[in-house]
């Protein structure tokens, strides 16, 4: 837990890519392979084969989805859209309530981004900026946390949640996950960089309690940080698959969840699955064209100390 | 340590009448007990939600797991606990579709995480050159993070289904395409690798990038001073710094390998998913859990089983720390 100086605020979220430019006398010798060298067509070449490696099925899911299941299977698959599109995603909708699944989803997936962010930035600041016994240790046991699988636990989980009456209910998906240690150590990693001892001294000297200085300083500090917390969890909460797939059930599922039982289902038909999957991955793809950039950032600025 | 924070009203003033001077000092005793009372408490309740929710939901079933696994315990009367001693663990340790599922978890484990984390290398070294559209070409190389387990899984395997796959499709040219890659011992464990190389070499690929760029550039410098190549410099300048970022990504992938569930799964869906395939080819130990647990409803087993991947994990975790340990020393 080193203490940078106070003084300095870096951007840690923005892609650090000016981070370490090199100094200018620099290219007098033969270039390093840091930033300061040109991609030369070789790097496009293979950028550009795995990139297209990378979105080829996602493009088969839509190719699939806007078909019918025959002319998927054919022994020459189709490689342009087709019309069939609507077609399979109203089938796809009423065989799996995925008008509910949508809606739980959002839920799900809503509560856990709130609370994670506002637990986690509470915890994360205390363990940044605030001294007490056992600190350290503390925050050891946090990050010990992340490797405990999930599997290991599910078998009284899936018990507990009975007892307390909410098997089958979204309750029982959001309760376990309403905290992360990665959140935790990520929003610790920014604030201990961008939120200055001296605003937090300034605020005490101005008579602000705790709670005070949470609610104005730290708060807008940590906003940009939030963002990215905010969505990288919003997608591993839509996303969650394990968990859900074992506590919920096809009258009460999750988007992902109703799509493992669409498949699973009695002679599944492919194209139908497929456009099933189109609607789960759809709003992540929206979010990621949108805020693609953020995101990027925020993995490389919560990894850089990992 | 669940202490709630006390808020602006803790420190209102005291009734009017009692102004003068006494009370004054008592007043501000009491304040400044309630101030250092404040700074005490309140990180304690700031970490708190935290430490209560992973002991509620995390902490206490992983150990009460041990304890069920010491009963007969089923899904339709889980009320009911029959103690039955070390009985679930025997039942599940000579069964030899628990050790093919060890196995292949493992095997999956190395054939995924090799390739996915070289080629994460590469590709963050690449990223690393100067580009037009860097933004761009990170954001694509992450967008199968952005898709589910459940779909990605899915349209892999319309991708290698034996008969109208696109994979087969595409290797008839060449003379193959008669694979039925999910009935194969190897080639269903390559097609379930294909799927998790595909979901998580762009995360790895950043978290790469990210420690490539916080090298220091002084030693770029004074490698090519000393006459080092750009291979060299890789080799002797850039792996060396990376060597926590690449030990931590293989922990990560370690631990995501032991939790591979929806790849198989879906693979083929439906009862022949439940089993990892006919003949378990590609049972991975969370497929055969939920399989004990969800599927037959016996959740002794399934809870001996949750234990012995605990085992596993730990055995794990001693390896990577001598292996760690000599790396390092060896490196001096």
């Given amino acids: 837990m080193t203490m940078t100086s106070p003084t300095k605020v870096p951007e840690p979220v923005l892609p650090a890519r000016s981070a370490h430019r090199a100094p200018k006398r620099a290219s007098r010798f033969k270039p390093g392979a840091g930033q300061q060298l040109k991609g030369g067509p070789f790097a496009y070449i293979a950028l550009a084969v795995v990139g297209i490696g990378s979105l080829l099925p996602l493009y088969w899911t839509l190719v699939a989805a806007s078909h019918t299941q025959d002319e998927v299977l054919a022994s020459t698959p189709p490689f342009l859209p087709g019309d069939r599109l609507f077609h399979n995603l109203d089938a796809a909708w009423t065989q799996a309530h995925l008008g509910k699944a949508i809606v739980n989803s959002v839920i799900v997936a809503g509560c856990i981004t709130a609370a994670t962010l506002f637990f986690c930035t509470l915890a994360g600041y205390a363990f940044a900026k605030m001294r007490f016994r056992g600190r350290n240790v503390l925050m050891t046991g946090v990050i010990l946390t992340l490797t405990i699988p999930p599997q290991l636990s599910v078998v009284p989980l899936f018990m507990m949640m009975a007892d307390l009456g909410w098997g089958g209910n979204l309750e029982s998906v959001i309760f376990p996950t309403l905290v992360s240690a990665f959140g935790v150590f990520f929003m610790r990693q920014y604030l201990s960089e961008a939120l200055p001892y001296e605003l937090i001294e300034a605020a005490k000297i101005d008579g602000a309690n705790n709670f005070r200085i949470v609610l104005s300083v730290v708060l807008p500090v940590a906003r940009p940080a939030m963002m990215v917390l905010g969505m990288l969890t919003f997608v591993q909460a839509w996303n969650d698959f394990f968990w859900p797939y074992l506590a919920l059930n096809q009258q009460n599922p999750t988007l992902q969840v109703a799509l493992g039982q669409l498949s699973a289902s009695y002679t599944p038909d492919t194209s139908i699955v497929m456009a099933g999957a189109l609607i789960s991955t759809l709003p992540l793809l929206a979010v990621f064209v949108v805020f693609g950039k953020q995101i990027v950032g925020g993995i490389m600025s919560g990894a850089v100390k990992g | ?332």
Avoid: C
Wanted: no cysteine.
């Fill in chain 2, 1 to 332: 340590m669940a202490t709630s924070t006390p808020t602006r009203d803790a420190y209102a003033p005291p009734p009017r009448g009692s102004q003068h001077k006494p009370a004054d000092t008592r007043r501000q005793m009491w304040r400044s007990r309630l101030w250092r009372f404040d700074d005490k408490a309140s990180p304690f309740a700031y970490i708190a939600p935290f430490f209560l929710v992973f002991g509620a939901f995390g902490l206490y079933p992983l150990i009460y797991t041990g304890w069920i696994a010491l009963h007969r315990v089923e899904m339709t009367g889980m009320n009911q606990m029959e103690w039955v001693g070390w009985e679930n663990f025997d039942k599940i340790l000579h069964d030899s579709e628990f050790w093919t599922a060890v196995s292949n978890t493992f095997l999956i484990g190395v054939m995924s995480t090799v390739p996915q984390l070289l080629v994460a290398l590469g590709l963050a070294h690449l990223l690393n050159y100067k580009l037009r559209a860097s933004t761009f070409w990170r954001t694509v190389i992450l967008t199968p993070y952005a898709t589910s387990v459940a779909s990605a899984a899915l349209v892999f395997a319309l991708v290698f289904r034996a008969d109208g796959g696109l994979l087969n499709w595409a290797l008839h040219f060449v003379g193959l395409g008669d694979t039925n890659w999910a009935n194969g011992h190897w080639t269903s464990k390559i097609a379930i690798s294909v799927i998790v190389i595909w979901r998580w070499t762009g995360y790895n690929t950043l978290i790469y990038l990210a420690a490539m760029q916080a090298v220091p550039s002084d030693l770029y410098e004074a490698a090519s001073l000393d006459g080092a190549s750009r291979w060299q410099q890789f080799r002797k300048v850039t792996i060396p710094s990376l060597r926590p970022t690449i030990l931590f990504t293989i922990v990560i992938s370690t631990i995501g390998s032991m939790q591979l569930f929806g790849e198989p799964l879906l693979l083929e869906g439906g009862t022949l998913g439940a089993t990892g395939g006919n003949e378990n080819q590609y049972e991975t130990l969370s497929v055969y859990l939920y399989n004990y647990g969800w599927n037959l409803g016996h959740l002794g087993p399934a809870a001996a089983v949750a234990w012995a991947m605990l085992a596993l994990l730990l055995i794990i975790a001693a390896v990577n720390w001598l292996i760690g340990r000599f790396v390092r020393k060896s490196a001096v």
